[in-house]
Every structure is written in structure tokens, then in C-alpha cells.
């Protein structure tokens, strides 16, 4: 009988250390299926990331894109602006160098003068410039003044 009983005894060995075994196997399983599940929760993570951050390069890329055509808009206006600035200070040089010449021509009128304080022209017939209908438009008039205030955008 003691060799029944210690192979039921050993057997009983064998039972618990398989039992043991597939308790630790189910366990490992386990394990691996978190861990796997981990990953994937990890992986789908990752994945809505970037599906999020090209979402965003694509917004900015087009809102890169509007501001570009916005801006190209602007400096173009404000070249025509420049252009326009420079076209109307020139304009505004020759209208007071013609009221200059007028002031001075009537001053020389009266005073019978044949050149001008500057010596920078003579007057010998005064009378057909001042009388002349191209030249009347220009007598009485004050000197243009551009301000800032006219030219905002």
C-alpha cells in the first residue's frame, strides 16, 4: 500500500503543478490579450492623432493660403497708392511753382520788374502770360496741401 500511496500522492504532485501550469498559461494569455489590446488602443490613438493633425495642417495651409492672397492684395493696392502719392506730390510741385511764377509775375507787373527776387527768370511780357485764358484757371489760387488723412486705405 505505500506504493499506492505515494503514487496517489505523486500523482497528486503532477495534478497540482498542471493545474498550477494552466493556471499560470490562462494567466500569460490574460496578459498577452492586454497587453495586445494596449497596442491596439495605443496604435487607434496614434492614428486619430494624426488623422487630427492633418486636419489642422490642412486649415492652416489654407488659411497660409487666403492670407497670401490677402496680402498680395494689399502691397499691390499699396503700390497704386505709392504711385499715386508720388503721381499727385508731382502735380502738387507744379501747381505751386505755376502759383509761384503768377505771384511773382504780378509782382513784377506792378512793380515793372524784369527779374524776380531769385533771378531765376525774366518777365518781359507779363501781361500775355497773366492774359492768356490757359493761365487765368491758376491766378487767385492758394497752393494744394496733400494731407495724411486723404490718402488712408
Known sequence: MASSSGNSSQRSEEDLMDQR???RMQSNRESARRSRMRKQK??????DQINQMKKDNAQILTTINVTTQQFVHVDADNSVLRAQIGELS????YLNEIINLMNNSSNCATNHCTNDVNG??????????????WNLMYLNQQPIMAAAE????
Open 150 to 153: 486723404m490718402l488712408q486705405y
Open 21 to 23: 501550469k494552466r493556471k
Open 42 to 47: 495605443h496604435l487607434d490613438d496614434l492614428t
Open 120 to 133: 531765376l527768370f525774366e518777365i518781359e511780357n507779363h501781361h500775355d502770360f497773366i492774359n492768356s485764358s
Open 90 to 93: 508731382q502735380r502738387l510741385d
